[in-house]
């Protein structure tokens, strides 16, 4: 972006910021049966913190009363047993980097360019992950972040397909929290995540709205609006993989490039490398952006409306993992937004980032049957318009 488009973005975010207090996230309590309160949180479309709703289906939360579900105490089952007992010895997909950092920006040393990288994907059993999440001297970032609907995948029943990898635990996560269902909303992807606070997830936005529950340990989500979005400058970087080398590290190997039609195209990802935790006080475009900070604890819930851009941390529970689950729902297509936001590109010489938003719009619909694209391997993760 030049300095004058540069100097234009400033100005949309500091006109933004005049006509809006410093954005404090408020907190929700949601029933299961407050479908009006529900739905003014959709339509506000403002991130949230909520209590009370129930994504999980009964005996979820060890023997005993149902009521447990909504204590701390009801969420035990999501520890390690738990999720032993359910997948067994049957292996699963997890996401391995050197660095906890997948779908990130990286520099390779030895092509000397910076890349997209996405990790190497390996099959185990949970006890197994459980075993190198413990050992200390396993250099690997080990997360299971399978996606694209591990649990539940709506397109994949419309088509009957093969189940999702984690169907098992259609028994104890509902399609989506009782007061949507109430709402006749149904979730295109249900999602479980189980890692350690070796992993982050680099700033990113998605273009769906997005319902999160943690069940063991916390999430951090650093916030941006879309607004804010417009002053990230991301910059078009071609993928690269992580393979195993013959004495068993990592290394990052570049992809064939794709042809023009597929995710990113011969262009490559567009992506940002600010991070909004760690913003520069020299650079005039940081200064101008306001990140909100949000804690997600054992048994709550967030909020993410789409296209909100978040930064993820997360924290180990009692039992050394973190553990979440998330509903992935479609968001209202805005005409008049979505005019808005490619005129605002096109004017801030961005024009690529617009052609990149209608070459996704151009192939969602033969690419959705199938699921996401991998969406965030490592991270909860989704750029401008493409879903990784």
């Known amino acids: ?36 309160g529900m739905m003014r949180v959709l339509m506000e479309a403002r991130p949230r913190l909520i209590k009370g709703m129930d994504g999980l289906a009964d005996g979820t939360d060890q023997p005993g009363s149902s009521s447990q579900r909504t204590s701390t105490a009801g969420f035990r089952f999501w520890g390690r047993q738990g999720l032993s007992s359910v997948l067994g010895e049957s292996k699963v997909s ?32 949970v006890n197994e992950l459980f075993r190198k999440i413990d050992d200390q001297d396993d250099t690997d970032v080990c997360y299971l972040q399978s996606q694209n609907g591990n649990i539940w995948d709506r ?14 635990f259609q028994e104890y996560v509902l399609r989506g929290p009782r007061v949507m269902q109430k709402l006749g909303k149904e979730p295109d992807a249900v999602n479980l995540w189980v890692g350690t606070s070796k992993s982050t997830t680099t700033l990113h936005k998605d273009p769906y709205d997005n319902l999160y529950q943690v069940l063991s340990g916390s999430k951090t989500f650093t916030l941006l609006s879309p607004i804010e979005g417009f002053l990230l400058n991301p910059t078009f970087y071609p993928t690269a993989t992580y393979e195993r080398t013959p004495d068993s590290s990592l290394r990052l190997v570049p992809d064939p490039i794709p042809p023009s039609s597929t995710l990113g195209g011969s262009r490559g990802v567009p992506w940002t490398t600010i991070d909004p935790t760690s913003l520069s006080s020299s650079d005039r475009a940081s200064r101008a952006l306001r990140p909100t900070t949000i804690v997600v604890r054992e048994g709550g819930w967030s909020y993410l409306p789409a296209n909100w851009w978040h930064h993820v941390q997360q924290a180990e529970g009692d039992e050394g993992i973190c553990v979440a689950v998330n509903h992935w729902y479609d968001a209202p297509f805005r005409p008049d937004v979505y005019a808005m936001e490619q005129f605002i590109l096109k004017a801030l010489g961005r024009g690529d980032l617009a052609a990149a938003d209608d070459d996704d719009d151009d192939s969602e619909g033969s690419e959705q049957g199938e699921g996401d694209d991998d969406e965030d391997t490592q991270s909860e993760q989704s750029c401008w318009s493409c879903n990784r």
């Open 94 to 125: 997890i996401a391995i980097t050197p660095n906890g950092l997948a779908d990130s920006v990286q520099y390779d040393e030895e092509t000397k360019k910076a890349y997209f990288a996405m990790p190497l994907t390996e099959k185990m059993t």
């Open 1 to 36: 972006m030049d300095p004058e488009a540069y100097d234009r973005a400033i100005k949309l975010v500091q006109d933004y910021h005049d006509h809006v207090e410093r954005y404090d996230v408020e907190h929700e309590r949601i029933e299961s049966d407050d479908m009006l």
């Open 155 to 168: 397109f994949k029943e419309e088509e009957e397909d093969d189940p999702p990898e984690l169907s098992r």
